[in-house]
């Protein structure tokens, strides 16, 4: 992207103010922001955000890594993970509440798919932790919602913000746009 994804100006936050704005309107109890890159600036930016952190000291490691290391800071009482990813900082506190609730009725391994097209944030029952701390470092989720396929609850969702990655420059400008009505103030 030629940026630092996290801390882009989204509307009146940043990326990753939005990201937990949103998880926190969910009643989400407990959210743990795996830093790598750039680890200082996060944990200075999000110093009042009452949120816990996990180290990812290889940034350039396949997600399962980061995974990992965020379930290994999630508190043992905890039932449910939600995956969000920083680069879908639209994701509205509704639909998360969505996925949340398809899990309180007993799915306990479900995707949010927006047309047909799977995204993020994915909830995983902690039934799960152990298999999670391992994933296949390649195929990382894929690898372990395919070896569930019989358990994984497609949840069709009305946000197109799920399937949304912020991928490249034009992506963030985009969804920017389309979010706020008005292009990103300058960096």
């Given amino acids: 992207m030629g940026a630092f994804k996290p801390l882009l100006p989204f509307g009146d936050q940043t990326v990753i103010e939005s990201c937990i704005a949103n998880l926190r309107a969910s009643e989400v109890d407990e959210i743990v922001v795996v830093v790598g890159h750039r680890a200082d ?3 200075e930016h999000l110093k009042e955000a009452n949120v816990r952190f996990a180290v990812n000291s290889d940034p350039e490691s396949a997600m399962g890594v980061s995974i990992a290391r965020g379930i290994e800071e999630v508190s043992d009482d905890a039932k449910a ?5 920083v680069d879908h900082p639209a994701v509205q506190s509704e639909t998360i509440k969505q996925v949340i609730e398809e899990w309180k009725n007993g799915a306990q391994l479900i995707q949010p798919e927006f047309k047909g097209r799977g995204g993020h944030p994915v909830l995983i029952d ?4 152990d298999e999670l701390l391992y994933l296949d470092p390649q195929r990382g989720l894929r690898a372990f919602f395919g070896a569930h396929r019989n358990d994984v609850r497609l949840l069709p969702v009305d946000s197109p913000y799920v399937a949304r990655d912020m991928d490249t420059w ?6 920017h746009l389309e979010v706020f009505g008005r292009p990103p103030k300058p960096i």
């Fill in 41 to 43: 600036e996060v944990r």
């Fill in 81 to 85: 993970l939600l995956i969000a990813l």
């Fill in 126 to 129: 902690l039934k799960h932790r």
């Fill in 170 to 175: 034009e992506d963030y400008q985009r969804l």
